[in-house]
């Protein structure tokens, strides 16, 4: 594993695996929200969007953790990434998280990238990451389905962890690499 995607629902935890991977292994940890959400929650947009991406996947070793469908990052991430580990938890344990996330965040005013924080009114908002949680969760489940039967991604090696247990028993077996190797 040196060019790892991290994918699957909002709660999930993908930038909490992302980056517990990356210093396992002493690689960089790229989220693609960062990379997306410029100051005031502006979209980067497609056309600056692609040219970040290729900038931070540079280098030869790195996690990246993020969908990203409709905006052209799989197109730039996937063909250089050797392993995909695909966060396949259900919706009863990822909404809980989500809400509870967004709910913490907003109360705490914690700053997310570029400045942005989620207020309460993003919580709640009818375009919230909290609806987006509830409403595309099978939608996400069935594109990866599709995914990694897909003979373009067949160089792919996709770890699909199904429980929290799954993903803390997966978590437990990566260890740092030995230097120089």
Known sequence: ???????????????????????RLGCRHIELDSLWWDSGWTEAGIEVFR???EAAIADDRWVVDGNYFSNGAHEVVWPRADTVVWLDLPRRVTFPRVVWRSSYRSLRGIELWNGNRETFRDVVATDSVVLFAWRNHASLGRRYEDLDREPSLAH??????RSPRAVRRWLATIERPAPGG
């Open 1 to 23: 594993m040196q060019r790892i995607i991290v994918v699957g629902p909002p709660g999930a935890g993908k930038s909490t695996v992302g980056s517990t991977i990356a210093e």
């Open 51 to 53: 040219p970040r991406i």
């Open 156 to 161: 792919l090696t996709w770890i699909r962890l």
